[in-house]
């Protein structure tokens, strides 16, 4: 349901062609909702259907036609609502973090190792969207300003998970070092 609302979103900012959206998405949206192409394209199909959104084919000499997708007021009505709507409890997916979670059988080298990797996935995702932050100019109206909140709220949760990853990996480092002396002084 989340992606018929964030496709509508989209085309109540601006007519847009399923490329264009997929765009928009990796643009903006993609630290907290990813998309592909083929649920993108599925989804504009049943907004069609349902008359949520029209669509103007545009000609195009030696390529497929364009096709603009416009938000209808039908379509304007289902988004408002959504907006206004309760919010419903979340499930939190991690695969990290479920893997963190019986990742002891690895050996602390084998803990170090998945902690390593997601550190160098969060700090290479901390520099995209920093980048992609630093291109933002200050927000002129409200809807800009939300949209750059949702940005920041991406950097501010990665670079906790990035401190919490670093406390992290000296906790398993002190608890190696630690059950490795108890188990010296053991013998």
Known sequence: MSLRNAVLGFLSVAP?????????????????????????YRVLGQLAQDGL????????????DRKVHHITPAGLAELDGWLASP???????EPFLLRLFFA???????????IDARTAAAEGQLAALGAVRA???????????????TLDNGIRHTQTELDWLR????????????????KEQEQ
Request: overall charge negative; glycine content about 6%; charged content about 20%.
């Open 167 to 182: 406390d992290l990996r000296g906790t398993v480092t002190t608890n190696t070092t630690t059950t490795t002396t108890t």
């Open 53 to 64: 959104v029209t669509v103007e084919v545009i000609p195009q000499p030696d390529r497929p």
């Open 16 to 40: 847009s062609t399923g490329y264009d959206l997929k765009s928009h998405f990796d643009g903006s949206v993609r630290q907290f909702w990813t998309a592909d192409q083929a649920q993108i």
């Open 135 to 149: 291109q933002q100019p200050n927000p002129a109206d409200l809807e800009r300003a939300l949209r750059l909140a």
């Open 104 to 114: 002891g059988r690895l050996g602390a080298a084998g803990v170090l190792d998945l």
């Open 87 to 93: 919010l419903d409890a979340q499930t939190v997916r």
